[in-house]
Nanobody
Framework: QVQLQESGQGMVKPTRTLSLTCTVSECSPTTNLYYWIWIRQPPGKGLEWIGAIHSGSTYYSPSLKSRTSISRDTSKNQFTLQLSSVTPEDTAVYYC????????????WGQGTQVTVSS
């Protein structure tokens, strides 16, 4: 069972860059083929897909693409999210996830981490 754990800033000031890391419990030829995904849930709203990385390719939500960067460090079993120029509307619980066959299918989830954008 693959386990994921998010870590990073709990609070970010407006206009700054949000940075989160997801640590994956294992690295194998199988997990190297997975899609590694970031999702968020703003307060009182549904899940919002942010983007994913897979075999060196990245996929981003069109609405967030200009501010989003997702990368992966296989030596540390980690992948990261950077979201620039944040506003209070970026306040959400951020989840990392992993999937076998698509950037939109989630087989494994992290527990989520609250990020608040406030001055």
């Amino acid at each position: 069972q693959v386990q994921l754990q998010e870590s990073g800033q709990g609070m970010v000031k407006p206009t700054r860059t949000l940075s989160l890391t997801c640590t994956v419990s294992e690295c194998s030829p199988t997990t190297n083929l997975y899609y590694w995904i970031w999702i968020r849930q703003p307060p009182g709203k549904g899940l919002e897909w942010i983007g994913a990385i897979h075999s060196g390719s990245t996929y981003y939500s069109p609405s967030l693409k200009s501010r989003t960067s997702i990368s992966r460090d296989t030596s540390k079993n980690q992948f990261t999210l950077q979201l620039s120029s944040v506003t209070p509307e970026d306040t959400a619980v951020y989840y990392c996830a992993g999937g076998y066959s698509s950037p939109y299918e989630y087989a494994y989830w992290g527990q989520g981490t609250q990020v608040t954008v406030s001055s």
